[in-house]
């Protein structure tokens, strides 16, 4: 088992280092969350000057970084970031039918099995390094700007971070699946962008009741509520600062349905 997971992974390894459009989209990705969180603190001050400027009662000034809701707030602010990844797998995936690979490692003998289980294991590690990269941030940006000590910042909401996890798995398993059905990179990225933007809404509003909560990417983004802070009481908002059971379930739900149908397609259609 451990010899065959390191063969997957040496082997998504070697096309992921020679693919140049790959590496310069996750290099963009880096710098653009990083400057991002670095330059968080500018805009909240903003909006609480403004908004000062019109209360009748001025409130403290807020940190994006407060050891009571970093964490909530890195991984809120990254959520809107995860098309990124998602590109990532689409193109990574319809590059193994531009270039025929596929087709090959299955000819050389690699079952369907092993080259979904491939798949997925990128997205796991891709998820899992993004929510790295945002612990780190977290960690060093906390420490800058709080003068805190780090037991302070494990101790405050660092469970939101596994909870990304679990968002970004679910929303990357989705443009897996998007990749494997269409598998053309172009029509590929335009369905998941429209889908992702209009299309799970125009779902939704025509879903009775709260049954459109339950779609794919709607349950992946409303895993991580917006935070609270004194703007949003200020104006009479309250958001839940909590996890829902059945949202989590849901997302494990969808990342095991994505993977069943991916599994489908490739069976039954020519690689």
Same mark, same amino acid.
């Given at each position: 088992?451990?010899? !065959? &997971? +390191?063969?997957?992974? !040496?082997?998504?390894?070697? !096309?992921?280092?020679?693919?140049?459009?790959?590496?310069?989209?996750? /290099?963009a990705y880096i710098v653009i969350l990083m400057l991002v969180y670095i330059f968080a603190q500018r805009f909240v001050t903003n909006i609480t000057i403004q908004s000062n400027d019109t209360a009748i009662a001025p409130f403290?000034?807020?940190?994006?970084?407060?050891?009571?809701?970093?964490?909530? #707030?890195?991984?809120?602010?990254?959520?809107?970031?995860k098309i990124f990844p998602a590109l990532l797998?689409?193109?990574?995936?319809?590059?193994?039918?531009?270039? &025929?690979t596929m087709r090959q490692q299955l000819i050389s003998g690699m079952s369907r099995k092993d080259f979904i289980a491939g798949k997925l294991l990128v997205v796991?590690?891709?998820? +899992?390094g993004i929510v790295l990269l945002i612990g780190v941030a977290g960690f060093i940006l906390g420490t800058i700007h709080q003068g805190t #000590?780090?037991?302070?910042?494990? #101790?405050k909401g660092i469970w939101f971070l596994p909870i990304h996890l679990l968002e970004l798995v679910t929303y990357l398993s989705c443009a897996m699946l998007?990749?494997?059905?269409?598998?053309?990179?172009?029509? =590929?990225?335009?369905?998941?962008?429209?889908?992702?933007?209009? *299309?799970?809404?125009?779902?939704?509003? /025509?879903?009775?009741?709260?049954? *459109?909560?339950y779609l794919p990417?709607? =349950?992946?983004?409303? /895993?991580?509520?917006?935070?609270?802070?004194?703007?949003?009481? /200020?104006? *009479?908002?309250?958001?839940?600062?909590?996890?829902?059971?059945?949202?989590?379930?849901?997302?494990? &739900?969808?990342?095991?349905?994505?993977?069943v149908l991916v599994y489908l397609i490739i069976r039954w259609r020519d690689a």
């Open positions: 088992m451990k010899e !065959k &997971f +390191l063969v997957l992974m !040496k082997s998504e390894w070697i !096309k992921i280092s020679h693919y140049r459009s790959f590496q310069i989209l996750t /290099l403290a000034r807020l940190s994006f970084y407060h050891p009571q809701s970093i964490w909530q #707030n890195f991984t809120y602010v990254a959520a809107y970031f797998i689409i193109l990574l995936i319809t590059n193994e039918f531009s270039f &025929f796991f590690m891709l998820s +899992l #000590n780090n037991i302070s910042l494990i #101790n998007v990749a494997f059905m269409l598998r053309r990179s172009g029509i =590929a990225i335009i369905a998941f962008v429209l889908y992702s933007l209009i *299309g799970e809404r125009i779902l939704k509003f /025509l879903m009775p009741g709260d049954s *459109g909560d990417l709607n =349950a992946a983004g409303s /895993l991580i509520p917006l935070p609270n802070n004194e703007i949003t009481t /200020l104006m *009479g908002l309250s958001f839940r600062n909590t996890i829902e059971i059945s949202t989590v379930a849901t997302c494990l &739900f969808y990342c095991c349905l994505f993977t």
